[in-house]
């Protein structure tokens, strides 16, 4: 009956046409009715005497039927307004409208003839209601075109809702084709005209116009419209002063109120705010968005219960916001509920991150990748053990029980990793005995480190049987570090259980794969000679391959032999010597001060000299001590200190070093800086002697206790490659 009601009234509707006969019964804008200075109910008493005294007084049967409407009596307001409508007086059509519009589907249908009588007689409210009817389908059929026709009537009558719905209509191409200038031009009309929704939509569009934004001209439209209180200015308003530089406090309190009267964008943007500083204070503004639908405020909601390690709240929220398709939102779910230790939480986290993923949230790939882990480690995958063992996303604790897992399962890396952790927390046989598991299945790794900790002098259980037998099985294995750990023993003497053959074959490979300390100990066996045949071809090769890889031995080598003629290099000599010796290789230390001292290879230059001498003699270099000793005796390049002189000829004499005994003697048997003691000066030449030294002899032949008066007699010689006119 409804849908045959409605089909028999549009089509007189349309009919009628839109431009109908005014009649001039209207209600006037004053009356004695309206007298405000008297309470509600004396009012409808006041009124009724007056319609009691003129029953023809249509205006006050009016405005009688308004006086019960407000005091909340519509059956006693409908049965005013019924033959006023009927009477035609547009004001009574369009109250008893709307009186009907609330009985239904039916009484919607009447009502749109009630108005449609009010808008035929020229009424822009009529006409209005007209349009808007038509744009919901309220009580007519839903038809946007017929709305514009309605709508462009009432704003020729300068009606500002009309002009407003007209410029939405224009804007978004609703019953009309779209046309920007003509929405901008009724917006601007409505806003003009003071129609407050109007001034704030027309303020938001000069300040965010993407080709000429003007927000200071924005925000003037936008300050009137939020005094007329539009929630939506408010919102806008405070966004241009926040986006703008523009006072905070007075963009925080035009979001309060806005907030307040239901907004909920502003209720985001304020619970936004207030996170900054105070996060209680933003969580009732942003679950009071989020229940009212507003997904970014639930997503900041969760986003705050992480932060306060609160991941039930957070589950709650962040479902809220997926519940509305926030894709965010369902990254931050899955993340939460592939945390959770329960199965089913984890394959709802799948479906939640594959549906994030096809929304672009790229960050969702990994997590779905590292859920698949999950299920295959559970099911047994060493594997994927293995990887949440190395995934430093989890917790320790929960790694460690995975690496544990997967070593138990016979997962190679997890054992190494494992005997690893154990070692370095002091547990060396839980360490063997996982490495023993990881070598027993050929895993050479695990053979070397074996090695490795049996062959450690520094830490127990030391056995060096057991160090090569791990060492020569990752050997055949094909590990050359662990070749070059057997070859090296060998070639430093301790050759039991390691054929010759095997040693220098192992050297060569681990050499040839770069090992350097294994080129640099090939290069000075073939220097030598030893176990390897005599080529210093060879031996320049593998020390230039050493020295290129930083060896300090090797570059030490390599100069000494360039220098004996032995090799021809590249590299300057002095270049060698001092990259070896700033590595702290005391031989080339040593060299670079004798070079200093005596103009060999580099001008003299004590100071130098003396400097290198120091770093060698103080690691216990017993020639660079006896050079240093007699700078310090000569005062060359340091200051003259026969203390000094003293202290570092003794280091190197308690060295075996023959020539600094003879010149402690010295010391002693002419008193440079000690009490002269032909006694002590016969025990050191006596030392010194012992061991061949020349001048030791000469000394102890002249040194008379009988006559130690007589100095002349004395043959104290220098010291073999002393600087000449030296007196040492």
Same mark, same amino acid.
């Given at each position: 009956?409804?849908?045959?009601? %409605?089909?028999?009234?549009?089509?007189? &509707? !349309?009919?009628?046409? &839109?431009t109908g006969t005014s009649v001039a019964q209207t209600a006037p804008n004053a009356h004695p009715c309206q007298d405000q200075s008297i309470p509600p109910e004396e009012a409808i008493a006041h009124c009724q005497d007056i319609v009691a005294a003129n029953p023809a007084d249509a205006t006050a049967q009016y405005h009688l039927a308004v006086l019960h409407l407000r005091a909340g009596q519509p059956a006693k307001a409908r049965a005013l307004f019924v033959p006023l409508a009927e009477a035609g007086i547009a004001?009574?059509?369009?109250? !008893?409208?709307?009186?009907?519009?609330?009985?239904?589907? $039916?009484?919607? =249908?009447?009502?749109?003839?009630?108005? *449609?009588?009010?808008?035929?007689?020229?009424?822009?409210?009529?006409?209005?209601?007209?349009?808007? =009817?038509?744009?919901?389908?309220?009580?007519?059929?839903?038809?946007?075109? $017929?709305? =514009?026709?309605?709508?462009? @009537?009432?704003?020729?009558?300068?009606?500002? /809702?009309?002009?407003?719905?007209?410029? @939405?209509?224009? %804007? /978004?191409?609703?019953?009309i084709d779209p046309d920007p200038a003509a929405a901008t031009a009724w917006l601007l009309s409505a806003a003009t005209a003071g129609h407050p929704p109007a001034m704030a939509l027309h303020g938001h569009a000069l300040a965010t116009n993407p080709d000429n934004p003007q927000p200071a001209e924005g925000a003037k439209w936008l300050r009137q419209a939020a005094d007329e209180g539009v929630t939506d200015a408010k919102l806008w308003l405070a966004s241009i002063y926040l986006n703008n530089g523009g006072p905070r406090d007075e963009a925080i309190q035009l979001l309060t109120e806005a907030a307040t009267a239901g907004q909920a964008e502003a209720q985001t943007w304020l619970g936004l705010l207030l996170a900054e500083t105070d996060p209680e204070a933003a969580i009732p503004w942003l679950e009071r968005a989020a229940n009212a639908g507003d997904a970014e405020a639930a997503f900041r909601r969760a986003a705050l219960a992480i932060v306060a390690n609160d991941p039930a709240t957070a589950r709650r929220w962040s479902e809220?916001?997926?519940?509305?398709?926030?894709?965010?939102?369902? @990254?931050?779910?899955?993340?939460?509920?592939?945390?959770?230790?329960?199965?089913?939480?984890?394959?709802?986290?799948?479906?939640?991150?594959?549906?994030? @993923?096809?929304?672009?949230?790229?960050?969702?790939?990994?997590? !779905?990748?590292?859920?698949?882990?999950?299920?295959?480690?559970?099911?047994?995958?060493?594997?994927?053990? *293995?990887?949440?063992?190395?995934?430093?996303?989890?917790?320790?604790?929960?790694?460690?029980d995975w690496l544990r897992t997967a070593a138990s399962g016979g997962h190679i890396p997890a054992q190494l990793q494992l005997a690893a952790l154990l070692r370095t927390a002091g547990d060396t046989d839980a360490a063997i005995r996982w490495l023993t598991a990881a070598a027993e299945q050929d895993s050479v790794d695990a053979q070397r480190r074996l090695g490795d900790i049996y062959s450690d002098a520094t830490s127990a259980p030391t056995d060096q049987r057991l160090a090569k037998q791990w060492f020569a099985r990752a050997a055949i294995n094909g590990d050359t570090e662990s070749?070059?750990?057997?070859?090296?023993? *060998?070639?430093?003497?301790?050759?039991?259980?390691?054929?010759?053959?095997?040693?220098?074959?192992?050297?060569?490979?681990?050499?040839?794969?770069?090992?350097?300390?294994?080129?640099?100990?090939?290069?000075?066996?073939?220097r030598d000679g030893r176990e390897v045949p005599a080529d210093q071809q060879a031996a320049a090769r593998w020390l230039s391959r050493a020295a290129e890889g930083g060896d300090a031995a090797a570059q030490f080598a390599l100069a000494d032999m360039a220098r004996a003629g032995e090799a021809r290099i590249a590299v300057p000599v002095v270049d060698l010597l001092r990259t070896a010796a700033a590595q702290g290789h005391l031989d080339a230390q040593y060299e670079l001060g004798r070079a200093l001292e005596d103009g060999d290879l580099l001008p003299p230059d004590d100071t130098a000299a003396a400097n290198w001498y120091i770093n060698a003699a103080n690691e216990g270099h017993a020639e660079a001590q006896y050079r240093l000793a007699r700078l310090y005796g000569e005062g060359r390049g340091v200051g003259q200190d026969f203390d000094a002189a003293l202290r570092w000829f003794t280091a190197a004499a308690d060295q075996g070093l023959a020539p600094a005994a003879t010149d402690i003697g010295v010391l002693y048997q002419l008193g440079w800086g000690v009490p002269r003691n032909l006694d002590t000066a016969r025990h050191w030449y006596e030392k010194a002697a012992a061991k061949g030294d020349s001048r030791a002899l000469r000394n102890l032949a002249n040194l008379n206790p009988a006559r130690p008066s007589a100095p002349a007699t004395l043959s104290i010689l220098p010291a073999e490659g002393a600087r000449p006119g030296s007196r040492w």
């Open positions: 009956m409804v849908e045959q009601l %409605r089909r028999l009234l549009l089509p007189a &509707l !349309l009919l009628a046409g &839109l004001a009574a059509q369009l109250h !008893l409208g709307t009186l009907l519009q609330a009985e239904g589907e $039916v009484g919607q =249908i009447e009502a749109a003839g009630w108005f *449609y009588q009010a808008a035929t007689q020229g009424d822009p409210e009529g006409q209005f209601v007209m349009g808007d =009817i038509h744009a919901a389908g309220i009580g007519v059929v839903q038809d946007d075109a $017929v709305a =514009i026709a309605w709508f462009e @009537l009432a704003a020729a009558q300068e009606h500002t /809702d009309a002009m407003y719905r007209l410029a @939405l209509a224009y %804007r /978004d191409g609703r019953g809220a916001a997926v519940a509305q398709d926030h894709s965010p939102a369902m @990254l931050l779910l899955g993340r939460l509920l592939a945390a959770s230790p329960e199965e089913a939480d984890q394959q709802d986290a799948v479906t939640v991150l594959r549906r994030a @993923l096809q929304q672009g949230e790229a960050d969702a790939g990994p997590l !779905l990748a590292s859920l698949d882990t999950v299920h295959a480690a559970r099911t047994g995958d060493t594997a994927a053990q *293995y990887a949440l063992a190395k995934d430093s996303t989890r917790n320790a604790a929960d790694r460690r070749g070059y750990h057997l070859s090296r023993s *060998y070639y430093d003497g301790e050759t039991a259980g390691i054929a010759a053959e095997n040693a220098r074959k192992w050297l060569i490979a681990a050499a040839e794969a770069g090992n350097i300390e294994a080129q640099s100990l090939l290069g000075h066996l073939h």
